[in-house]
């Protein structure tokens, strides 16, 4: 693959979201992602290593469902078997009527609290819900036909469920399909999922460039989407901004090494990050701090950065920083990303998200109309006058003291 340094973060995202589309793990598309960090890491003279273990790879074609011969939009959900099945529904908004109807042979209509938001899936292993791992349980226990989840923001039809590991078929609708479901309580339902659930591979890729000292400063993105979403908001700009940076801090000299990670499987389990502790755990000693971007640049947002774990002196070093970007705004430390991996291990991490359009994330929508370069540039400035600013730095520094 014929590959140039510099190249812009509009290019890295027309590669990701165009030239190859829709990433879910294991497809062909996502290997062929996988192929392009891989390359742009070696041309940037990195030495790569890569974290890999076996997955799900599921492919899905079409679903179809029809209420009274009437067909209704519907998506499949991720990792859903496929399945065609005709049977009466039922309604439920909470847990506490989860775990009080019986719902053997019957399509489930999830609303409510129920389908409030996506479901963690139950082997998830950087983060999870006591909530989300219940309601998995119990689906998983109580065997109904199928579920459809009803996604309360309109027109979303975003995964409610995405859990590989759970046999029971599953699809989501948007909103205005859920009331005539509900509407039609007791009539028989028919949900077909035309879907294949294979054998595949999942990758993580990892590229270092070693400096003066053991520290090292570890930058990292996700570079999978969902099946049914080209995924520029989500990841492609934070993989436009990692690449970026790849280029720029290995062309300089600083008083600090650099990890480049490139998450695999940031929208499965998250294995990666676990894989990952177990090899180079014992390595995170060394870490200054750990910097996370995860859907940024949207046109009609403005970038926002959290930190957590940090000590008082680089919390004031990076709000001197960010005090320069006046379009960059400050939000509260968020879980859902693959620098709570390291956070909640003690290091310093910083990430990188967007205030603005929630209702393209997985969706088909998730297009490059929405992004914007100088947005995506910005967080890549930014990052690069944090890092200049606390090259010189001791980990000892960044941490918070120990109590």
């Not at 979201?17 to 793990?25: A, I, N, S």
């Not at 199928?146 to 979303?156: G, H, K, L, T």
């Not at 992004?371 to 000892?396: C, N, R």
């Amino acid at each position: 693959m014929e590959h140039k340094t510099l190249v812009s973060s509009m290019d890295h995202l027309r590669f990701f979201c165009e030239t190859v589309g829709p990433r879910p793990l294991a497809s062909e598309q996502f290997h062929e992602a996988a192929k392009y960090v891989r390359q742009h890491f070696l041309d940037a003279g990195l030495l790569v290593d890569e974290i890999q273990f076996d997955c799900v790879k599921w492919t899905h074609n079409e679903s179809i469902l029809t209420l009274n011969g009437e067909s209704l939009p519907v998506t499949g959900n991720m990792y859903s078997p496929g399945c065609d099945i005709s049977a009466p529904t039922i309604a439920l908004f909470t847990l506490a009527e989860l775990e009080k109807t019986d719902v053997t042979g019957k399509i489930v209509i999830f609303a409510g609290n129920l389908s409030a938001t996506p479901l963690i899936p139950l082997n998830c292993k950087v983060y999870n819900a006591d909530r989300d791992q219940r309601i998995n349980r119990l689906l998983a226990e109580k065997e109904p036909a199928a579920v459809i989840a009803v996604n309360p923001n309109p027109p979303s039809t975003e995964s409610i469920i995405h859990d590989a590991d759970l046999m029971v078929p599953s699809a989501t609708v948007p909103a205005d399909v859920g009331l005539k479901l509900i509407d039609h309580l007791g009539s028989d339902v028919r949900l077909k999922i035309n879907a294949e659930r294979k054998p595949g591979r999942s990758t993580t890729i990892l590229g270092k460039k070693e400096g003066p000292r053991s520290k090292r400063i570890t930058l990292m993105a996700h570079f999978d989407s969902t099946v049914h979403s080209p995924g520029a908001w989500d990841n492609a700009s934070g993989m436009a901004a990692l690449l970026s940076l790849v280029d720029r801090l290995t062309n300089v000299s600083l008083e600090v090494g650099f990890e480049f990670i490139a998450f695999g499987d940031h929208e499965y389990y998250a294995y990666s990050d676990i894989f990952y502790v177990e090899k180079h755990g014992h390595l995170m000693k060394d870490i200054l701090v750990a910097i996370n971007f995860d859907g940024i640049g949207q046109r009609l947002g403005s970038n926002n950065i959290a930190i957590m774990s940090a000590s008082e002196p680089l919390l004031q070093q990076v709000e001197q920083e960010v005090a320069k970007y006046p379009g960059v705004v400050w939000t509260e430390p968020w879980p859902e990303s693959n620098h709570s991996t390291f956070a909640w291990r003690g290091v310093p991490s910083i990430a990188f998200c967007t205030d603005g359009m929630r209702g393209i994330h997985h969706q088909p929508s998730d297009t490059l109309k929405w992004m914007s370069e100088a947005k995506i540039d910005e967080v890549v400035s930014l990052t690069q006058d944090i890092i200049k600013s606390i090259q010189s730095e001791t980990v000892g520094w960044s941490r918070q003291p120990a109590t």
